[in-house]
């Protein structure tokens, strides 16, 4: 059963989503709290996991990044990793004032972006019982060098500086799209694989998605590095499941992330590709991590 829920933030934003328990769930339910990754809303796909999830007896939260989707936030179309680890912090105290939650039995699930803001949040707030990290960022310097050709740096870096004069004299933050068929065309993912998706989940599944954000976006990106807090997360359980394919959070980084985690943690590699995990390999990484939740956040 699925209801729309609307909660405050710290700083008093509105974030939106919903709140998924099983048809004949206990009282007292495990909940996941989940968000999307860079520039994705909540209808692309993650209905389908939290479906997944309350088959195996969990309740999950699921909700928009602020600035993208029914949330509300300014500015639109921002990505600032650091205010989304907060969210997903003040997305725990509201699942914990639900009913239907079980507050000692809380997990949190991420992806792609957001999957390295669990290993964050993860490390960092003791509430949370259960981590699944899939398909994680792990590096955002390392992954910005990866995805930008080298003759190209140099000028990304220009752009940013140039954005940062023109916000100081008062002008709105530069824009880029978020993905581009067209490698001529500055984009903040620059991946082929990544339009197709974005595009093709937009067009079934999220017709309010936009194509846009923030140059301010990148630049966070480059300097964001969630793969650090990893060996942090100990004692929590941590589950990562990582593309074998990966070209966008790439595979290389995310391995030696995990290999810095401490125990307990387990490791699911999947043969696809980065986005194949919201489709064609659905089944595996959704069945790997409900399974990863109910083992340590006790569901028979």
């Not at 699921?62 to 500015?75: A, N, Q, T, Y």
């Not at 004032?97 to 792609?112: H, K, V």
């Not at 023109?166 to 581009?180: F, Q």
């Not at 620059?190 to 093709?200: K, L, P, Q």
Request: with cysteine; proline share 5%.
């Amino acid at each position: 059963m699925r209801t729309e829920i609307a909660f405050k933030t710290e700083d008093g934003v509105t974030l939106r989503g919903w709140h998924t328990v099983p048809a004949a769930g206990a009282k007292l339910l495990p909940t996941i709290v989940m968000a999307h990754g860079f520039g994705a809303l909540k209808e692309m796909y993650l209905d389908r996991f939290a479906d997944a999830f309350a088959l195996a007896g969990l309740a999950s939260l699921v909700f928009d990044h602020r600035g993208f989707g029914e949330s509300e936030g300014l500015p639109r179309q921002e990505v600032d990793p650091w205010r989304q680890v907060r969210d997903y912090r003040d997305a725990i105290t509201f699942a914990e004032t639900l009913e239907a939650t079980d507050p000692a039995r809380i997990g949190i699930w991420g992806s792609d972006y957001s999957g390295g803001h669990v290993l964050v949040v993860g490390a960092i707030d003791r509430r949370v019982k259960c981590v699944v990290a899939q398909v994680p960022l792990a590096s955002g310097h390392a992954n910005t060098r990866r995805l930008t050709r080298a003759d190209f740096f140099s000028t990304l870096q220009r752009l940013f500086e140039h954005d940062r004069r023109a916000r100081m004299a008062g002008h709105a933050p530069a824009m880029v799209a978020l993905v581009s068929e067209d490698p001529a065309v500055p984009s903040a993912l620059r991946s082929s694989e990544g339009f197709d998706w974005y595009t093709d989940a937009a067009r079934g599944l999220a017709p309010t998605w936009r194509n846009e954000v923030t140059l301010r976006s990148v630049e966070m990106f480059s300097e964001y590095e969630p793969g650090t807090y990893a060996r942090y997360v100990s004692p929590t359980p941590l589950l990562m499941v990582v593309a074998l394919k990966d070209t966008l959070t790439v595979t290389d980084l995310a391995l030696e992330t995990y290999e810095a985690a401490l125990e307990p943690k387990r490791l699911v590699s999947l043969p696809g590709g980065h986005f194949d995990v919201y489709v064609r390999d659905f089944a595996l990484a959704s069945g790997a991590a409900a399974g990863w939740y109910c083992e340590w956040l006790g569901v028979r």
